[in-house]
Structures are given as structure tokens and as C-alpha cells.
């Protein structure tokens, strides 16, 4: 194709030119191909190269609806068979899948070509993604800052041009937080709505789910389409939208919303004059489209949202490390992994049944609460995060953290730490940039971070959008109305696009 370029297109754009056959598969995986080679030594969001398993897997009759599409997987959960998947951990470099996972089987038989495989911080732990095993990606719109986590090597192949959309997954944000950082679009599914098997029939206790990060709307909700339905192997199933996703995202609404919106961090902590700013100028936005919108706050308890969201992270952390018995052939140690995993590790340990079961609960009464808050309100709006972007590093544990952590993890004191309200220190430290997004994974609900707000220094903000569960198709059509607005954020004005 003649003037053809390639980073002009999203996902269904070049599946279009492919059906036309305008461009051949082939032509696309070597544009993505050059793409990557060209950034990401700036970025390092590609960690594992897959190029010549997709040069071969390139036909002149590809099908499916994004037939000859290049993608990326995130380097967890996403397995793909005989290919490596470290989750960001050196103590799984042997290790191969034995099989392709459920999501990617899903999405090659929507007709995508995957290229390789996208960073993550070790076991897909904190919002910003700098493993020791591979170092820091960095964010296209300033490379001295985070594309957040864990979902960032995705969030940075995207938002710099490599491919149209890659996977991701998101546990306490790792969709929404990335994607706020990136300038992209966003979306968690509800619970059961995506799968997770075969080798598991529930992620972070259901907290996990799988989907996409997206330069555009339509792609998100056209995988939605691809990657939703029944799965043998999972423990929750969401009933099967009958509709179409990708016709959700271009019907515009044909009704006035009621949305609730809150600028207050749920655990009580800072929350940025820009952040804050992103949602008065989105509520005000909202009313001027005609909804009804006030300002309420969720009926649930933060601060015990957050102690029960890390109950599970510690219990699901510790479980993952005597997990690794079996790859490294041995009881694994505190030198297996980083300081701050062991850590967590130790604490899981030190977490009892009856903890883990109350932690639950709380679940479970949040999710109740939420539901009779969507009885009243369409839409929930927030922050997507409390602050704007952090810079490389400024998360990670200071020198003297890292020799306490250290220290702590030969002796083995979680119990004691416990005690001592290490788990509190914790929660606020680790949550206090990103407090707004682990309601959704707890409750189960569908939530959607939207690029529109740039700060004075030129780097995105999300806003996130809650619905009740099962209301995917309401949060994509607002979503569709709002990419036609010009507050929207267009990826392709950061400098390395």
C-alpha cells in the first residue's frame, strides 16, 4: 500500500485494510516489528521478542475480526505454549507453559499476531513497573516518569505506537492505572466476563480479570465481543451480553444519567489539585451533555476495604512464592525473589484462615452496598489516581527500607510485623497514589479509566468510571460519546508516538 502508515490505525482500522486487502499480514507484523526495535530500547516495554513465531504464523487468508493484527502479552498469566512467562521474576526464567491460556487462545482465534511479551513488575505487585530481573519501562510522554503497573510495558507499547492494543490484566488497577498514566483507554470487565483458565479457575480470588490496554474505544469493546463467554475452568461466570459491545460503543445515549461523583481519597489520604480537577471539569462536562450529576461519596468503608484487598495480597503473594517449590526443584528463599515480594510473602504467612475468610466478607458486603448505589446512580466517577505520574524509582523502597526488608526477610518476622502495624504502614504507603481503584476488583465491578485531563507538565490523567456489574455496554457508550468530545486525550501528541 502505497504512503501506508502503519501507526495511523488502531486495531480494526488495520484489520480493515487487511479484509480489503490492502496491506497483507505480513506488512503489519514488519511495521510492528520495526516499530519496537525503533522505541522501546528508550522504553523497555517488550522483554521477550516473538518475532519470527509470528512471521510465521502470517497467511495471505488470516481470519477472524482483527485477522492480521499485531499485538503484545503482558508477561503474566497470558501464556502462550513453549514460550517463557517470568510474571517479572527471575525465579521463573526456566519456566515454559505448557499450554496456551484460555485468553490467548481467544484472542488467536480472533486472528491477532502476537510478537512478544510486555514488562511487569515482579508477580504484577505495585502500580509501577520496574523489576529488578528486566529494569524499568519507562513513559512515552516523559521518560523520566512510570507508566504505572502492572500492566506498564502494555500500557507503554501502546501508547508509543508498537501495536493497536496489548493484553493486560487487573487485579487493583492494573488496567485503570496504566492507562491513566498513558493516556489511554482503560477498561476492567466485570468478574467472569473474561477468562482465566485453563490452569486456574480464579485470579486474586476473583479480584483479577483479563482484557486489553487501547489506543481507541471500539477496539476495546470489539475484544470484549471476542473475549467474552463461558469457560469450563472458571469459578465465576458472568451471563453472556447478548448485545454487542462494539455496537454499544457507537450508539450514543439515548437517556440522561444519574452520576455520582467523589474527589475524596476512601482511605482519607492527599489526593492532587489535578487529579481533583480532571473530574470537576469532566462533572461539569457531563452535566453540559445533560446528565444529572452530584457530588456523593460511595457507602462503603475504605479503610476496611484496603486491610481486607491486602489480606488477599499477602495470602496470594505467599502462596505464589511455595509455589515456585515446584519450578526451582526446592523450598524457595528470600534470595528467589525481591526484598519487598519476600516481604509481602512473610506477611501472608502470618495472615490466619479466619483473617483470609473475614478479609472475604467484606467483599462480598461492599459489593451489596454498590448495588444499591446503582439503584439510584448509572455512574460512579472518581480519580483514577491520587497523583499524576511518579517519577523512575520514586516508589521504590529507600536504602535504608531495602536493608530492613532484607534483614527482615533472612529472619523471617512477619508475625512480629504484624503486630507492630507494619500491615497499616503498608496499605498507606502503597495505596496512597492509587487508593480509587481496588473497590471495583473487590465488588466485581466493571470500571473504565478515560483520557481526559493533561497536567501542567504535560502528563496524563485518567478519569474512572464505575457501573454496576454486568453494565460494560453502559460504561462503553458513554465512553464512545466522550472520544468525540475535545476533551479527550489523543495518545499520539506524547512525544514518542
Not at 327 to 350: M, Q
Not at 364 to 369: I, P, R, T
Not at 379 to 384: D, F, K, R, S
Request: charged letters at 20%; glycine letters at 10%; hydrophobic letters at 40%.
Amino acid at each position: 500500500m502505497i504512503g501506508f502508515n502503519y501507526e495511523d490505525y488502531d486495531g480494526l482500522g488495520l484489520a480493515e485494510l487487511v479484509r480489503k486487502k490492502e496491506v497483507q499480514p505480513i506488512e503489519l507484523v514488519e511495521a510492528s516489528i520495526k516499530r519496537i526495535d525503533t522505541v522501546n530500547p528508550k522504553i523497555n516495554a517488550v522483554i521477550n521478542m516473538m518475532y519470527e513465531k509470528a512471521r510465521m504464523m502470517t497467511t495471505d487468508e488470516q481470519n477472524g475480526l482483527f485477522a492480521g493484527v499485531p499485538t503484545l502479552l503482558k508477561n503474566i498469566s497470558q501464556e502462550m505454549e513453549g514460550e517463557p512467562i517470568t510474571a517479572g521474576s527471575k525465579a521463573f526464567l526456566s519456566y515454559r507453559a505448557k499450554t496456551d491460556s484460555e485468553y490467548v487462545r481467544r484472542l488467536r482465534k480472533a486472528g491477532v499476531l502476537i510478537l512478544g511479551q510486555t514488562n511487569v513488575p515482579e508477580f504484577a505487585l505495585v502500580a509501577y513497573t520496574e523489576p529488578v530481573q528486566y529494569g524499568p519501562t519507562r513513559n512515552p510522554w516523559n521518560l523520566n516518569h512510570t507508566p504505572g503497573g502492572s500492566s506498564g510495558g502494555s500500557a507503554a507499547a501502546v501508547a508509543s505506537g508498537m501495536v493497536p492494543f496489548a493484553g493486560a490484566n487487573d487485579g487493583g488497577g492494573s488496567i485503570r492505572i496504566p492507562a491513566s498514566y498513558c493516556g489511554l483507554f482503560g477498561l476492567k470487565p466485570t468478574r467472569g466476563r473474561t477468562p482465566v483458565g485453563p490452569n486456574l479457575g480464579r485470579s486474586w480470588q476473583g479480584a483479577s480479570v483479563e482484557h486489553v490496554l487501547t489506543r481507541t474505544v471500539r477496539d476495546s469493546a470489539a475484544l470484549l465481543d471476542q473475549l467474552q463467554g463461558h469457560e469450563k475452568a472458571g469459578a465465576f461466570h458472568t451471563p453472556k451480553f447478548e448485545g454487542s459491545f462494539l455496537n454499544a460503543a457507537n450508539t450514543p445515549l439515548d437517556r440522561s444519567l444519574r452520576i455520582a461523583y467523589s474527589v475524596s481519597s476512601p482511605i482519607g489520604t492527599e489526593v492532587h489539585p489535578e487529579c481533583r480537577d480532571a473530574v470537576i471539569k469532566t462533572a461539569k462536562l457531563l452535566e453540559a451533555m445533560g446528565h444529572h450529576v452530584e457530588e456523593v461519596d460511595a457507602p462503603v468503608d475504605g479503610n476496611k476495604l484496603v486491610k481486607s484487598y491486602l489480606m488477599m495480597y499477602f495470602g496470594e503473594t505467599a502462596a505464589t512464592i511455595t509455589s515456585l517449590e515446584s519450578i526451582l526443584g526446592r523450598k524457595a528463599t528470600y534470595k528467589d525473589v525481591e526484598p519487598s515480594t519476600w516481604l509481602l510473602g512473610l506477611l501472608g504467612k502470618a495472615t490466619s484462615a479466619e483473617e483470609f475468610v473475614l478479609s472475604i466478607r467484606e467483599w462480598d458486603k461492599a459489593a451489596s452496598q454498590m448495588e444499591t448505589f446503582h439503584e439510584t446512580y448509572d455512574l460512579y466517577i472518581t480519580p483514577t489516581t491520587a497523583f499524576p505520574p511518579a517519577k523512575i524509582g520514586e516508589l521504590q523502597p529507600t536504602t535504608s527500607e531495602q536493608f530492613l526488608i532484607r534483614t527482615i526477610g533472612q529472619i523471617g518476622l512477619g508475625r512480629l510485623l504484624k503486630k507492630a502495624g507494619i500491615v497499616d504502614q503498608i496499605a498507606r504507603k502503597n495505596l496512597a497514589r492509587t487508593p480509587f481503584t481496588q473497590l471495583a476488583n473487590l465488588t466485581g465491578q466493571p470500571a473504565m479509566s478515560v483520557p481526559l485531563h493533561l497536567t501542567g507538565e504535560g502528563l496524563p490523567i485518567g478519569v474512572q468510571f464505575m457501573a454496576a456489574r454486568g453494565q460494560e455496554s453502559l460504561l462503553l457508550q458513554m465512553a464512545g460519546e466522550l472520544e468525540q468530545s475535545d476533551h479527550w486525550i489523543d495518545v499520539r501528541q506524547n512525544p514518542l508516538f
